[in-house]
């Protein structure tokens, strides 16, 4: 019998409260395909309590709609000639190209009105407009009966300022544009704050308990608990494993079934009480006080055993997904 690497509702659905409590709503960020954990499984603990979904494209909105009847907001731009397919599922549809304008203009035009995204950001990576063009795109805007919500994305900390005075300027653009906002969202996880919550948080890792070095008060989400294969008394063995670390001879150890094969970071050997972790095993000294089954629970700080295992918070989410 393997590890049970479970997700808690529950906490999911505090976590949203928390960052709800910083004056805004919050979007779900259920891209790539909810982290790993299934964006429809996502929205059946979620709906509840969450404004709307952010997927990243037309095939993830299909995919989520059956599971909910929310606002689906989509980080990519339709492809082409995928608007209407896009609309049908009501999803509010990104517009970062001229192209997509282009299509977006016509459907508002035979519609009486049409919201679309527009995003700003000075990064490659995401379907935005660089701030430099943003006053020339808005003028494109204006009149095509498009309603624009407008966002961007804190890609780093230290540019964080940067970005918001861009969109600051951009914003301003679309306003003398004469471009009616529907709305603007500009914070993540790592950026959500009473100052950035605007009309919405869109909020990723952070469901999770990911704080992204973010101060907010939130709870880890993810439970691993393992089976005892064999228990060592002291004494009984020298080497934990692929000999990461000796095991002292007062020390009792436990072997669990749980290993990196089943998404457990293998950078949290030799962390703590974790003397070595294999593809499907991992020994541990047994502390008082704490059970040897439990790896990771409620308890537990997202972002720092992240840290203790060398990886991203983004990565330790998705990897236990992989079970
Ligand atoms: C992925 C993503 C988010 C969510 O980020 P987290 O750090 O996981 O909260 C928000 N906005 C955009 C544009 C994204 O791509």
């Given at each position: ?57 037309d095939?993830?909105l299909a ?15 339709a492809p082409p000639g995928r608007l209407e397919a896009v609309l049908a599922l009501r999803g509010?549809p ?6 997509s304008?282009?299509e977006a203009?016509a459907v508002a035009?035979r519609r009486?009105?049409l919201?679309v ?207």
């Amino acid at each position: 019998m393997g590890p049970t690497i479970t997700l808690d509702g529950a906490t999911l659905r505090a976590n949203v409260a928390t960052f709800a409590a910083l004056g805004a709503p919050v979007a779900a960020v259920v891209k790539s395909d909810g982290y790993g954990w299934g964006a429809r499984r996502l929205a059946r603990e979620l709906d509840g309590v969450v404004e709307s979904y952010v997927v990243a494209d037309d095939e993830e909105l299909a995919a989520l709609r059956p599971a909910t009847n929310k606002p689906i907001r989509l980080l990519a731009d339709a492809p082409p000639g995928r608007l209407e397919a896009v609309l049908a599922l009501r999803g509010i549809p990104n517009v970062s190209s001229r192209e997509s304008l282009a299509e977006a203009s016509a459907v508002a035009a035979r519609r009486d009105g049409l919201t679309v995204r527009i995003g700003i950001v000075d990064a490659t990576g995401w379907s935005a407009i660089s701030p430099r063009d943003a006053a020339e795109f808005a003028a494109a805007v204006a009149g095509t009966g498009l309603r624009v919500e407008l966002w961007t994305h804190v890609t780093s900390a230290p540019r964080s300022p940067a970005i918001l005075s861009d969109f600051a300027a951009a914003r301003e653009a679309f306003v003398a544009a004469g471009v009616p906002l529907a709305g603007i969202d500009v914070a993540s996880t790592a950026s959500a704050s009473a100052a950035t919550a605007y009309d919405r948080l869109r909020i990723g890792a952070g469901l999770f308990g990911a704080r992204l070095g973010n101060e907010l008060a939130l709870r880890c989400a993810l439970r691993v608990t393992a089976p005892v294969v064999r228990v060592l008394a002291p004494g009984e063995q020298a080497w934990a494993g692929y000999g990461e670390r000796a095991i002292a001879t007062h020390e009792t150890c436990v072997v669990l079934r749980c290993g990196y094969g089943d998404g457990f970071p293998k950078g949290l050997a030799g962390r703590g009480n974790i003397l070595a972790v294999g593809m499907q095993y991992t020994t541990r000294v047994i502390t008082d006080g704490s059970s040897p089954c439990l790896f990771i629970g409620a308890d537990d700080d997202v972002d720092a055993l992240a840290a203790q295992a060398g990886i991203s918070p983004h990565e330790l989410v998705v990897g236990l997904a992989r079970s």
